[in-house]
């Protein structure tokens, strides 16, 4: 067995260096903190310029059917930016969960979503973990969908929800226009990714997957998978800022980064970084090489990942002081992302207690 | 009797009983009330009387306000004045003079003059004693011109306390008077400044040329920095004053859990538990700091109290927040709003985990009281400083 590359190519550092000179252009602090209150401006042609303009809602897809070939390991790159920058677009509901569910469907939608000329989501609980009991509305013999589904991430932004529905045996998957459901945005913890209640009443579905459930989980692990690239993009944010803003404030006569309390906690929070970076990457790698370790690798980097991300966004608003309290400062940006994240695709608890199955560490005595 | 002597609960219930007989609070008017009970003694159990106490010990507090509470008598609202009940009075009460406590101690505790505490400053925070406002006299008066930041409910405040430069030739710690200041005065702008919540709970708060009178100072001139450390002693102390098993936090947390088994998993139950433990046994170390404290100041030992609070708080409501899962990725409200009070219990989850990140930094962040507890209870080295005996003037800042 080689071991999996953890580390990042050329082609990853140029899709990160490209992707990151954009965000600074587009996806200022202060266009983000404005998602806040309502004002969404920001969204739709930041999500353009991401989809469309860079071709990155076609990154999972083949050439052949509109995409740009790549893998799981340059999706996780684009995550670690988005992260970095808080940017409120759809790639991960689009691009990553409703794209792989039609790629295993060979759906005709695919090439349309890969050209960011359509987006899509999935409408299950953002919260749900990979291997949770899953949210599916009702469906009659016309393929008619009645339900609701609540904290949908992706929702307000897409034009094609992906909804998974009872049939008598299995969960099948249906296409539905956000036309024929009604979709509410609700005030959310992080309005980056804000969520939406999906009610369906007798919408009409067009059948996507008649068994669909397998492809859901994967769905939802790929996603688990590479949200904890999110997760490290923001971690890194949040360490870099500090140090800067440390090394700059003064108190009691010299520089506060200097006291050695404050350097040990950095020292600290690199160091989890640095660890949290080699999870998110084998993560990362393990989806894309098709490894047979992902269940493991996807659950280790949602759970590390997720709490270091916490972690890193309380550090920076504690070392911020009162400035790292206010809504002018962006740390809080960070703080919400962080711990939505944490909150998204199953907790660090849940997919900490799925570990305990996988590798055989459960309470049961052996042979129970 | 000796017995009775040595019951102060048993007498502070008799007291109660008496006043509650001849002041039904079921037809008093809200105010009078108040007033009358401040005037029997009945406001802070520890406070001397003729200024709302009776001079019992201060752990008696809780009870005193439970019998109240239980006869259906009105509050004095204490959420909406943390920092006169808090802060302000127990100084006040040490530093004032007999005109002060007059003037300022009962409509404090009545909550006719919320107060608001005029410390932090851009340069000034975590270094307190840099504050850069100056104060210089004229007459019988003080001109004052600065500016102050993050002051909590200054947009509700009548009166501040207020630290400023009086010298600026000494060194830092030096130079510095204590004032309580008159926040109706046309010098004083307050302006709101947004939090993480939402919500506009603090201000910057621009002075320009407003009058104190010399009558208004506390503490003499130069004195500033030891009256100032009284205020924050007891803010320290107010901090985290839970007298009941699973009041505060830990409580919502532990409500959070009961009402949706659904949610529960074996990782949760088992941080919860510790969590709770280490709750209770804050809520004893509490009492036990109350009970060592009931005579004199509080000093640096209440930083430990106001540390583990901080931990607490936010270690619990981040739990609540991975216990809620879906629940918990949803928020109440993000609408700009000046609250009067600050109130975990009446707001959700996502706010309470979101706000309690300030318990470690308002009133002294964590990492100045462990340099407290370290330099001044332990008696460790202290850090090499580079700017304490300069003249204040002559710091590079
Ligand atoms: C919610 C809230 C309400 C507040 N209300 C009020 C109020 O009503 N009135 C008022 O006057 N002030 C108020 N404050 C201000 C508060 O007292 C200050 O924010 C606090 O003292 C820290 O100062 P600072 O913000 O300047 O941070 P800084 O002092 O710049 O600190 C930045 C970081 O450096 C750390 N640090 C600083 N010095 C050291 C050191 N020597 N060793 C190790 N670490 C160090 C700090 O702990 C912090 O993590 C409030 C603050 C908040 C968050």
Redesign the interface.
């Known amino acids: 067995m080689t071991a999996l590359n953890l580390l990042y190519t050329d082609i990853e550092d140029d899709l990160r260096a490209t992707l990151r000179d954009l965000l600074a252009d587009l996806c200022t602090p202060a266009a983000v903190s404005a998602v806040?209150?309502g004002d969404r401006s920001l969204v739709a042609p930041l999500w353009k310029a991401v989809a469309a303009d860079l071709g990155l809602a076609g990154l999972l897809v083949p050439e052949a059917l509109g995409g740009a070939g790549a893998s799981a390991r340059e999706a996780a790159v684009v995550l670690e930016e988005l992260g970095r920058a808080s940017a409120p677009v759809p790639f991960l509901t689009s691009a990553v969960v409703a794209t792989m569910l039609l790629l295993n469907a060979g759906d005709d939608l695919l090439p349309a979503v890969a050209s960011g000329e359509r987006t899509a989501a999935l409408a299950i609980?953002?919260?749900t973990a990979p291997h949770a009991l899953l949210a599916a509305v009702a469906t009659d013999s016309q393929q008619r969908l009645t339900g609701v589904v609540?904290?949908v991430a992706g929702a307000a932004e897409a034009d094609t929800l992906l909804v998974p529905a009872s049939t008598a045996d299995r969960i099948a998957l249906y296409a539905v226009p956000v036309a024929s459901a009604s979709v509410a945005p609700?005030?959310?913890?992080?309005?980056t990714r804000q969520?939406a209640d999906v009610t369906l009443d007798y919408a009409q579905g067009r059948l996507v997957l008649a068994d669909a459930e397998p492809a859901i989980r994967a769905a939802l692990r790929a996603a688990a998978a590479l949200l904890a690239s999110e997760q490290l993009g923001v971690s890194r944010w949040c360490l870099e800022t500090t140090v800067a803003y440390l090394k700059e404030r003064?108190?009691?006569?010299?520089p506060?980064g200097g006291?050695q309390?404050?350097k040990h906690r950095l020292a600290d929070l690199y160091t989890g970084i640095e660890s949290a970076a080699a999870a998110a990457r084998y993560a990362a790698a393990a989806l894309a090489a098709g490894d047979l370790d992902l269940p493991v690798a996807a659950s280790v980097a949602k759970a590390f990942c997720g709490d270091l991300a916490?972690l890193a966004a309380?550090e920076a608003?504690?070392l911020h002081?009162?400035i790292?309290?206010?809504?002018?400062y962006p740390?809080?940006l960070y703080?919400?992302r962080a711990?939505?994240d944490?909150?998204?695709l199953g907790?660090?608890?849940?997919h900490?207690?799925q570990l305990a199955e996988l590798v055989d560490l459960t309470?049961r005595a052996p042979g129970a | 009797m000796a017995l009775a002597q040595n019951d102060p609960a048993g007498e502070l219930r008799r007291h109660v009983a008496a006043f509650l007989a001849t002041h039904d609070p079921a037809t008093m008017e809200r105010l009078s009330f108040l007033r009358a009970r401040y005037d029997a003694g009945l406001a802070w159990v520890a406070f001397p009387s003729g200024h709302g106490g009776l001079g019992l010990p201060g752990a008696l507090q809780p009870d005193l306000d439970r019998l109240f509470a239980e006869a259906g008598a009105p509050d004095n609202n204490p959420r909406a004045n943390i920092i006169g009940l808090g802060m302000a009075a127990p100084t006040i009460l040490a530093f004032g003079t007999a005109e002060q406590k007059e003037r300022y101690l009962r409509p404090l505790w009545t909550g006719e003059e919320i107060w608001c505490q005029l410390f932090s400053e851009p340069g000034a925070g975590s270094d307190l004693a840099n504050v850069a406002t100056r104060a210089v006299r004229d007459g019988d008066e003080w001109v004052v011109n600065g500016q102050k930041v993050w002051t909590s409910s200054a947009h509700t405040a009548r009166f501040a306390i207020l630290v400023a430069r009086t010298d600026p030739d000494l060194p830092k710690h030096a130079g510095l008077t204590y004032f309580l200041c008159d926040m109706a005065d046309p010098g004083v702008d307050v302006r709101p400044l947004r939090q993480i919540t939402g919500e506009a709970e603090f201000n910057e708060v621009f002075l320009t040329d407003v009058r104190i009178p010399d009558a208004q100072r506390l503490g003499p001139e130069g004195g500033g920095w030891k009256v100032a450390n009284a205020t924050l002693n007891n803010e320290r102390v107010a901090i985290g004053a839970a007298a009941v098993r699973e009041s505060g936090i830990v409580g919502l947390v532990a409500s959070t859990w009961r009402e949706h088994p659904e949610l529960r998993n074996t990782e949760l139950h088992a941080r919860l538990l510790k969590l709770w433990v280490e709750a209770e046994v804050a809520r004893l170390t509490g009492q036990r700091l109350r009970q060592k404290l009931a005579l004199g100041q509080p000093g640096p030992e209440g930083s430990a109290m106001k540390l583990t609070f901080a931990r607490l708080s936010q270690q619990l409501t981040g739990l609540e927040l991975e216990l809620l899962g879906e629940e918990g990725l949803r928020y109440s409200d993000w609408t700009m709003v000046q609250p009067e009070t600050v109130d975990f219990a009446g707001h959700d989850a996502g706010y309470r985990y979101l706000r309690a990140k300030g318990n470690s930094i308002e009133g002294g962040t964590s990492e100045i009281l462990r340099n407290i507890i370290a330099e001044r209870v332990l008696g460790l080295p202290a850090e090499p400083r580079v700017d304490k005996h300069r003249p204040w003037r002559e710091l590079a800042r």
């Open positions: 806040y209150d609980p953002l919260s609540t904290s609700v005030v959310s913890l992080d309005m969520l003064r108190q009691f006569g010299r506060v006291f309390a404050l916490v309380e608003i504690q002081g009162g790292g309290m206010t809504w002018e740390a809080h703080l919400k711990k939505a944490q909150l998204a907790t660090p608890a849940e900490r207690a309470m």
